[in-house]
Every structure is written in structure tokens, then in C-alpha cells.
């Protein structure tokens, strides 16, 4: 069991619901923790929540402003962490958006700003952080999806940027593994985060086709600290609920019946 006491971790998309989640599961487990988002205000009430100390002060957790589609930010923060924690190790990339659209009514300017934010973002802070965790011998972690193994209709930009994840990391653990770097891909099904509301929808502006989910919404704590205890095992990949495990096996064993089940479910979404 890896321990993350002491430990610098950076965490991407910090202020939404699993990545508050995820900042107090590492301040629990003992680790220094640089959390990062592109919300100011968000970050300043995710302060508010951290432990503090007898002087009043939080010296486990720092904020930053970051927005990870630009790599110059990935390297300040990645900068950021070395000066305060003298190093990282461990670097949880959650930041992500989606988008609920059919591809033909959809601007592919929308497919471009899902792709720029879950995948370049993504490879940006990665590649910014890769030479201090071969340096320590330390984590990467993506939030990927069950999209990102299996199709979901109406969020082809989304699983588009997905399953590149998994392309990138899976490549990326033949090249790092053997110099003890752990790459791990978490696939959950739906989390109550609110992401789902923050979806875009097929012009760039909000969604408003009603988001459907099958068996039901986890809760943030309860994932995060599955992904605390999968990184400390030094799991490669996680499938953290129920549904995300079922959607697995069916999507391979039987990609057409997934496929079928998956339409019937979902395209009343998009039915007017």
C-alpha cells in the first residue's frame, strides 16, 4: 500500500464536487495537497472548508487559479507545488466538461473546447508534471468515464476525448512503468457532481435536453476515497461502481446488445 502522508498532490477541477471530494480525502490521508481550478470563487470556499491548524491557517492546502488548456498555467502550477512541497507526487487530473448534443445539431466548435479541456488540458498538466513524478516515482491519474470505453449517445465530443485518454494513458504507462511512475484510469458511471447541468449543449451554450442516468448517482466522498484506496494499491485501472463494472463486461462481451440497450435508454433525451 502506497502512503500518501507528506506527499505533494496536485489535483486539476479541485473546486467541483468530486474534486472537494478528492482534496479531503488526500488532506485525510496525511498529503499536501495544490489544488487547482479555473473558478477563483470556488477555490476561495474550498479554502474555507479545509482543516486548520491552532494559528487558524490551512498549511496542508494551497490554491491556485489554473487553467489547464493553457500550458504555460500547468507549468506555473506544477512550479507552484515543487516551491511549496518540494516536489510531486501525485497528480490527479479530474478537470472536465461535457456536452449533450446529437452531432449533426452540433457546432464542432463544441467537439474542439470538450477535446481542448479533457484531453489537451489533460496532456498539458501531464506532461508539465511527468519530470518530478519519474523523479519520485510517483502517480498520474486520469478521470476517464464509462465513456471512455463504451459509446454514449449524444456526447461524441465527450467520448471522443475519453477514449483518447485511454489511448494516452495506457501508452504512456508502456513508457513510464518500468521506471516506477503508476498511470491509472478511473471510469465511473455518474457521480453527483453536477456536471450534468453544466453540460454544453450543441451551439456552445448550456444544455437543456434533460440528462439521463442508469443506476442512479454516486456520491463524491464515496468515489473519492475509492480512488484514493485503487491509487494506494496501485491499481492501473478502477471501475468504481456497480454500473461502471456491468457497463464493462457488456460493452466487450456484447457490444451490440450494449449498444442497443444504451440507444433505447438514452435517445428520449433528444426526442421532441
Known sequence: ?????????????????????????????GARVLALDCNAQALASLRKTAPVDDTGNAPALATMVCDITQPQDCDAAIA?????????????????ISHRSLF????????????????FGTVHMTHAALSQLLARRGVVAALSSVAG??????????????????????????????????VTLICPSFIATGIGAAALGGSGAAATSPRTTTGGESSPHDIAQRILTALAQGKTQLLPDRTSRLAW??????????????????RAEFEK
Open 249 to 266: 463486461w457488456v460493452s466487450r462481451l456484447a457490444p451490440g446488445f450494449y449498444a442497443r440497450a444504451m440507444q433505447r435508454r438514452v
Open 104 to 119: 449533426e445539431g452540433t457546432d464542432p466548435a463544441v467537439l474542439r473546447k470538450v477535446m481542448e479541456v479533457n484531453f
Open 80 to 96: 507552484h507545488a515543487v516551491a511549496l512541497w518540494g516536489g510531486v507526487d501525485v497528480l490527479v487530473n479530474n478537470a472536465g
Open 149 to 182: 470505453f463504451a459509446p454514449l449517445l449524444g456526447r461524441t465530443g465527450y467520448c471522443a476525448s475519453k477514449h483518447a485518454l485511454h489511448g494516452f494513458f495506457d501508452t504512456l504507462r508502456t513508457e513510464v512503468q518500468e521506471r516506477g511512475v503508476q
Open 1 to 29: 500500500m502506497r502512503s500518501f502522508e507528506a506527499r505533494g498532490v496536485v489535483i486539476t477541477g479541485a473546486a467541483g464536487g468530486l474534486g472537494q471530494a478528492l482534496v479531503a480525502a488526500f488532506l485525510q490521508a
